[in-house]
């Protein structure tokens, strides 16, 4: 199978280490393209950073569309998600849903770890979406900026585990959520140091998307996530004339 996982922001440096971790995980028979709009923010720390980003992920799947069997959407905040499964015929996957539900299968009580304070309300927002907040001891914050990740590894992880031995042992955390995408080449160093589960959503994300392209399933088209109405687009991509057009002529609007 194919699978494109992308990376919504536009540090291309990100990108390949999402890249290198989905593909660490995946299947020997599935194909990885790992990409980045090519616009938008270099990082995304907020509302203002996700609605840019989210617009050109939206016009990445909708310029791909039938090129995958599956789509990883690799930003914790789970960017344009919902949009995403309106173009989309196969399914996509959140990288924070995903390692909610695997956490959520083997710990009772999980945390997450992520970069700087104002990140918390919008993850907090994530967790509600995903009707998560029985499961979730804590969100604990870094001082790290997403970009300041790979500066300095060491300094990554010593916060990263600083933060995550306080979840453990004062909020009642069993499992630890790595909450950026760019932290998923840590996941195991913190899991041999913790002794509990740690969770890259990447890493989630690929084996949930394989999982559900083996069991022949994809994203419903009932009511939630039909296909967009069609209408008449203004100076929008063609990537995006595309969907709503043919559905126009489709219907003869």
């Not at 890493?203 to 967009?228: I, N, S």
Request: proline fraction near 5%; include cysteine; hydrophobic fraction near 45%.
């Amino acid at each position: 199978m194919r699978i494109l996982v992308i990376n919504p922001n536009t540090t291309q440096a990100m990108t390949d280490e999402i890249g290198i971790v989905a593909r660490a995980v995946a299947a020997a028979d599935t194909v990885i393209d790992c990409v980045s709009p090519e616009s938008g923010p270099r990082s995304i720390e907020g509302y203002a950073d996700e609605v840019l980003a989210a617009y050109n992920t939206v016009e990445l799947v909708a310029r791909t569309t039938g090129d995958y069997d599956g789509y990883v959407i690799a930003c914790f905040g789970d960017p344009a998600i919902a949009a995403c499964r309106e173009i989309a015929d196969v399914p996509v996957v959140g990288i924070a849903e995903a390692a909610f539900h695997m956490a959520s299968l083997v710990a009772y009580k999980w945390s997450i770890v992520t970069v700087l304070p104002r990140v918390k309300p919008f993850l907090e927002e994530v967790v509600h979406r995903n009707g998560m907040e029985s499961k979730c001891a804590s969100i604990r914050c870094t001082p790290l900026t997403v970009l300041e990740i790979e500066e300095d590894i060491e300094r990554t992880k010593r916060m990263m585990l600083d933060e995550a031995r306080d979840a453990i042992e004062n909020d009642g955390a069993e499992a630890i959520l790595l909450g950026c995408a760019g932290l998923g080449p840590i996941d195991k160093v913190m899991q041999e140091a913790l002794a509990v589960p740690v969770f890259d959503g990447t890493a989630c994300a690929v084996k949930l998307v394989e999982g559900l392209h083996a069991y022949g399933v994809t994203t419903a088209k009932v009511r939630a996530y039909l296909t967009p109405e069609p209408k008449e687009l203004v100076a929008c991509p063609g990537s995006f004339a595309q969907i709503y057009e043919r559905d126009r002529a489709l219907s003869g609007a």
